[in-house]
């Protein structure tokens, strides 16, 4: 029994020489694991927070724009862009805000949404969709090199036929025709057979003739 208690002891002194020596480290590990789990937690619920008021305002936006209510629709959408620029709901409320600006007649407030959307929309399809609205836009203007800089930038693979098409309509409007024609090839090449969007292409192609 002596041996036992002696043995007993002698576990309990080595424990205790180990908590002296790495006590605070395991205390400082344990703090930090519980402070990181309650900043994901935080972060999480933050985001949440955070999107569901953009929703709300987004869901404003959107009716706005039905009741074509320009002025309500640039205050609701700069909101989105001070308070709520990391979130998708400001780059896809800058497209909404910039119809309404078009229809409205304001082609420069139209623009300006658009490029904020395009420098800033947190996901490549809706970039993509702001820089082929904007070149559009420059191409009514007719400033075309400005839109045919903006139809340069990069986008999903998918978009490509549109981007191609969209520099052959520009490309047609400066009279720039053989490069046109090869435009409206490359959308066509990018474009499945069974698109119905093909036979438009190839009617604006076909009606170049051979450009020369």
Same mark, same amino acid.
């Given at each position: 029994m @002596?041996?036992?208690?002696?043995?007993?002891?002698?576990?309990?002194? /080595?424990?205790?020489a180990w908590w002296r020596?790495?006590?605070r480290l395991v205390i400082a590990a344990v703090i930090a694991f519980i402070v990181g789990v309650a900043g994901v937690q935080g972060w999480l619920y933050y985001k949440t927070q955070t999107a569901n008021k953009a929703s709300d305002v987004f869901a404003q936006l959107e009716e706005?724009?039905?009741?074509?209510? @320009?002025?309500r629709a640039a205050d609701l959408v700069q909101q989105?862009? /001070?308070d709520y620029a990391r979130t998708a709901y400001a780059a896809r409320g800058a497209l909404l805000a910039a119809k309404t600006a078009v229809e409205a007649g304001d082609a420069k407030g139209a623009e300006e949404q658009l490029r904020w959307a395009a420098d800033n929309a947190r996901d490549e399809p809706t970039r993509a969709l702001a820089n082929l609205r904007l070149a559009a836009l420059l191409l009514d203007d007719k400033n075309y090199d400005d839109a045919l800089k903006v139809l340069s930038a990069a986008h999903p693979e998918p978009f490509a036929a549109l981007f191609a098409?969209?520099?052959?309509?520009?490309?047609?409007?400066?009279?720039?025709?053989?490069?046109?024609?090869l435009a409206y090839q490359a959308a066509l090449d990018k474009l499945p057979k069974s698109n119905t969007y093909r036979?438009?292409?190839e009617v604006k192609r076909d009606a170049l003739g051979a450009a020369k």
């Open positions: @002596a041996v036992y208690d002696l043995e007993e002891q002698e576990q309990i002194d /080595a424990l205790k020596q790495y006590g706005a724009v039905r009741v074509s209510d @320009a002025k989105l862009r /001070a098409d969209a520099r052959g309509d520009v490309y047609v409007a400066a009279g720039k025709l053989s490069e046109a024609r036979n438009v292409v």
